[in-house]
């Protein structure tokens, strides 16, 4: 009788690119493996892109609506298929910054007046996604917005 194969834990396990799977070692492990790895991101968005393609490409377009986004706080939102944090520091302050962790790629979430990262629990600022705490090396990637009417939009 064969042992029970362990099942990674969502702590244990991080988003991987598609790139990161492909060369996973072995193709059923990197399949099990990315599957459950998977599920920890945003469905349907694709972690290799960057902050920058999203300024690029989506300058212009709408995010959320300023009032749903709480002062102090922040949303998620998807801009060009990218999954995207909009804060609020401020009544009239507004940022923008990709969803994908600089440490293993899982998706960022809003959490109390900061930026969470459920897999490794970093921390990000809601002012310019600085690190406060955690594993991921860098700061999220901006994207440049602006309040326009009744609307955040990249800029
Ligand atoms: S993926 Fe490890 S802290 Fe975000």
Redesign the pocket.
């Known amino acids: 009788m064969s042992e029970p194969t362990a099942v990674p834990r969502p702590a244990d396990t991080?988003?991987r690119s598609r790139r990161q799977v492909l060369h996973g070692a072995g193709a059923l492990a990197g399949v099990v493996v990315g599957g459950g790895v998977l599920a920890a991101c945003a469905e349907g968005t694709d972690p290799d892109r960057s902050a920058d393609d999203v300024s690029t490409s989506a300058a212009g377009q709408a995010v959320v609506a300023l009032e749903d986004v709480p002062v102090g706080g922040a949303v998620s939102a998807e801009v060009a298929g990218v999954p995207v944090l909009v804060t609020r520091p401020a009544e009239d302050e507004v940022h923008a910054f990709s969803a994908v962790?600089?440490?293993?790629?899982?998706t960022?979430t809003p959490g109390d007046g900061v930026l969470e990262?459920p897999?490794?629990?970093?921390v990000f600022s809601l002012t310019d996604a600085s690190v406060q705490s955690?594993?991921?090396p860098e700061p999220l990637g901006e994207i440049a917005v602006e309040i326009s009417g009744a609307d955040v939009v990249v800029s």
Not at 101 to 106: D, P
């Open positions: 991080a988003c962790c600089t440490h293993q790629g899982c960022v990262c897999c490794h629990r970093s955690g594993p991921a």
